[in-house]
């Protein structure tokens, strides 16, 4: 049975950081490509950044620059490192295989507030 695992949210000042933790199992982890996605309220799931197998990062127009996702096949975990962040990162923060291919964890909560 697959599970995810989000970790390292919380709330935040505009302009901080998080370090965001996602731990698989039930997976051979090294062989998806995995992705961070994120829901705001009233809003539909977006992806935000995404890592193939090989390591290679791709990123959603407003997070680059800013996030940094990364993986460690020895650990079964995918990273989120968020740098100056915007009110409009306020999200659950979820991570999944790309294309959401299995069951969604229970995301972790990234509120940016002052």
């Known amino acids: 049975q697959v599970q995810l695992v989000e970790s390292g949210g919380g709330l935040v000042q505009p302009g901080g950081s998080l370090r965001l933790s996602c731990a698989a199992s039930?997976?051979?982890?090294?062989?998806?490509?995995m992705g961070w996605y994120r829901q705001a309220p009233g809003k539909q799931r977006e992806l935000v950044a995404e890592?193939?197998?090989?390591?290679?990062?791709n990123y959603e127009d407003s997070v680059k620059g800013r996030f940094t996702i990364s993986r460690d096949n020895a650990k079964n975990t995918v990273y989120l490192q968020m740098n100056s962040l915007k009110p409009e990162d306020t999200a659950v923060y979820y991570c999944?295989?790309?294309?959401?291919?299995?069951?969604w964890g229970q995301g972790t909560q990234v509120t940016v507030s002052s």
């Open positions: 890592i193939t197998s090989g390591g290679r990062p």
């Open positions: 999944n295989a790309a294309g959401g291919s299995f069951s």
């Open positions: 039930g997976i051979i982890f090294r062989f998806y490509r």
